[in-house]
């Protein structure tokens, strides 16, 4: 079983604080890592991917990864209320297309 | 921006039933997908698909399901005689160059809700 491990939450932080996510899996021959958000009753929106160890920033958003301790998380800096969301994460095997997603963590920004 | 487009968004039906989700995937992406998650579950894989043929499945979809594309724009999933435990969002995505590192576009989803 190719487990993808979240914290459910809920993760409440306060606006413009630092939202921190984190996820483990168990593969280790998954390679691609994706977070996604999902807003209540819609579908999983990407925000980033990362491949490599270390950190990969897009804006307000950082993912890390660490493929010794099989670890990946993101941050969210400036929380917004609009953060306000399931994350996902997800991994992916190499040599295959699908996805492995964890069952999320519940985030709410405190405005 | 391109988009997945799925329909219908809701859908009601008897169990044994037959019924069929359909999908517009981005028109230049090769790889079609379809996901689903139960409610407060996690989203699941069920089935890719590449030229023309099923590439990956899951245990889940098992004969009561089938995936076809009709025609050139058109991605069908058939769910053959529905089950209480089908009812779930069902998701449509599509990718590229097989998702490696850049990840689906996912489309809106389709609300099945067996009775």
């Given at each position: 079983q190719k487990e993808v491990e979240q914290?459910?939450?809920p993760l409440s932080v306060p606006e413009g604080a630092i939202a921190s996510l984190n996820c483990t899996y168990s593969d280790r021959g998954?390679?691609?890592f994706f977070w996604?958000?999902?807003y209540s009753g819609k579908s999983p929106e990407l925000i980033m991917s990362i491949y490599s160890n270390g950190d990969k920033e897009d804006g307000r958003f950082t993912a890390q990864l660490n493929k010794a301790s099989q670890y990946v998380s993101l941050l969210i800096?400036?929380?917004q209320?609009?953060?306000s969301a399931t994350y996902l994460c997800a991994a992916q095997r190499t040599g295959a297309n699908n996805l492995f997603f964890g069952t999320g963590t519940r985030l709410t920004v405190i405005p | 921006e391109p988009e997945v487009t799925q329909t219908p968004s809701h859908q009601v039906t008897q169990m044994g039933q037959e019924v069929i989700l359909r999908c517009v995937p981005?028109?230049?992406h090769l790889y079609f997908y379809w996901y689903r998650q139960i409610l407060g579950q996690k989203v699941e894989f069920l089935v890719s698909f590449y030229n023309n043929e099923i590439s990956e499945k899951s245990e889940i979809f098992d004969d009561q399901f089938s995936v076809e594309r009709p025609d050139?724009?058109?991605f069908t999933l058939k769910i053959r005689s529905t089950k209480l435990?089908?009812?779930a969002m069902y998701f449509c995505a599509s990718s590229d160059i097989g998702g490696r590192n850049y990840g689906y576009t996912f489309g809106s989803g389709t609300r099945l809700t067996v009775v």
């Amino acid at each position: 079983q190719k487990e993808v491990e979240q914290n459910s939450g809920p993760l409440s932080v306060p606006e413009g604080a630092i939202a921190s996510l984190n996820c483990t899996y168990s593969d280790r021959g998954s390679q691609s890592f994706f977070w996604y958000r999902q807003y209540s009753g819609k579908s999983p929106e990407l925000i980033m991917s990362i491949y490599s160890n270390g950190d990969k920033e897009d804006g307000r958003f950082t993912a890390q990864l660490n493929k010794a301790s099989q670890y990946v998380s993101l941050l969210i800096r400036d929380s917004q209320p609009s953060d306000s969301a399931t994350y996902l994460c997800a991994a992916q095997r190499t040599g295959a297309n699908n996805l492995f997603f964890g069952t999320g963590t519940r985030l709410t920004v405190i405005p | 921006e391109p988009e997945v487009t799925q329909t219908p968004s809701h859908q009601v039906t008897q169990m044994g039933q037959e019924v069929i989700l359909r999908c517009v995937p981005i028109s230049n992406h090769l790889y079609f997908y379809w996901y689903r998650q139960i409610l407060g579950q996690k989203v699941e894989f069920l089935v890719s698909f590449y030229n023309n043929e099923i590439s990956e499945k899951s245990e889940i979809f098992d004969d009561q399901f089938s995936v076809e594309r009709p025609d050139g724009s058109n991605f069908t999933l058939k769910i053959r005689s529905t089950k209480l435990e089908d009812s779930a969002m069902y998701f449509c995505a599509s990718s590229d160059i097989g998702g490696r590192n850049y990840g689906y576009t996912f489309g809106s989803g389709t609300r099945l809700t067996v009775v």
